[in-house]
């Protein structure tokens, strides 16, 4: 297979590309119910086209354009593009391509990215892109056929846990928060951990209260060993009263031994009361630190990101 069996689509697909959506959809929704399909952090995953927006890209609407394989049964699958060359890329939207079941998946999809690829170099952009935020079972299979074709991708995971009581292991640490350090101290501590400029710290601290509900003075918390620093943990609640871990951090001389399991049940021991779930994200590339949430009761709920390929023109 290659991207010579793919053709743009046009609105005379609009019938077999709706069909294949509405499929698509049931299979989806059959694993993750539509309350489901949104994150604990109240975002909106990408973009699942209603009818008129399929029958805008089917009519190469405003940039949009799609791309289809025709196989035995009929269409195997759709991609759906836009055009942006005010930024020089082409952008690969609505979480596509979207394969029938009765395709192979990743023959069919690979064909659509190589169609979409070979059409963005032939205008003359500078990079194609998609962006992911759904369940495993419906990101996984796209990420890794892009990955197949060379796109480049940074995905994190969305974990979530009810588990608010943990036991913080053998290590013994003693803890001081922002209200009893003080801010600026509190910063000073941050930056320290995380070997960046207190100013650096700063911001990123503000930036955490401009969106979450914290209260610095129970929410960020330093911890010490030996009269040292060794970590901070901040926490926080969204205005749906969802738990947030912020930001968990050991100093790199004090890692591996147990005390980021300490600060994460001292962070999570200051949400308990606010709220009855916890959610946190991390790099999809560091296992280490998806296997140390998972120890401590959190599951992968969602994955998301950007996944770009870089176009050098001939």
């Known amino acids: 297979m290659n991207a010579s069996e793919a053709e743009i689509a046009t609105l005379k697909d609009y019938k077999s590309a709706a069909t294949l959506r509405a499929e698509w959809l049931d299979r989806a929704t059959a694993n993750h119910p539509a309350p489901q399909r949104w994150c604990w952090a109240a975002c909106r995953l990408p973009q699942i086209e209603d009818e008129h927006e399929l029958l805008l890209y089917l009519a190469a609407r405003d940039g949009r354009w799609a791309a289809k394989v025709e196989g035995p049964r009929g269409l195997s699958g759709y991609v759906l593009c836009r055009t942006n060359e005010t930024q ?23 064909m659509l990215v190589d169609f979409a690829t070979q059409r ?53 640490l003693g803890f001081r928060s922002a209200g009893e350090l003080g801010l600026e101290a509190f910063y000073d501590a941050d930056a320290l951990v995380r070997n960046e400029r207190t100013e650096d710290a700063r911001q990123d601290c503000e930036t955490s209260r401009r969106i979450w509900c914290v209260d610095p003075s129970t929410d960020w ?19 749906t009263a969802l738990g947030v871990l912020d930001n968990i951090r050991v100093a790199e001389s004090h890692r591996r031994r147990g005390f980021g399991r300490c600060l994460l049940a001292r962070g999570l021991s200051a949400l308990a009361g606010r709220t009855d779930v916890v959610w946190t994200d991390t790099d999809d590339d560091h296992p280490g630190a998806r296997r140390f949430y998972e120890k401590a009761g959190f599951r992968v709920r969602h994955r998301h990101g950007g996944i770009s390929l870089e176009l050098v023109q001939s």
């Open 88 to 110: 020089g890329e082409a952008v690969i939207e609505g979480q596509t391509p979207r394969v029938s079941q009765h395709a192979d998946f990743a023959g069919t999809a690979g």
């Open 120 to 172: 963005a170099r032939q205008d003359g952009l500078k990079r194609i892109r998609a962006e992911f935020h759904g369940a495993a079972d419906e990101v996984d299979p796209l990420v890794s056929v892009y990955g197949d074709h060379g796109f480049e991708h940074g995905i994190r995971c969305e974990m979530v846990s009810d588990q608010l009581d943990i036991h913080p292991g053998s290590k013994e």
């Open 221 to 239: 918390i330093a911890a010490y060993a030996g009269g040292a620093v060794v970590g901070t943990v901040r926490v926080a609640v969204t205005r």
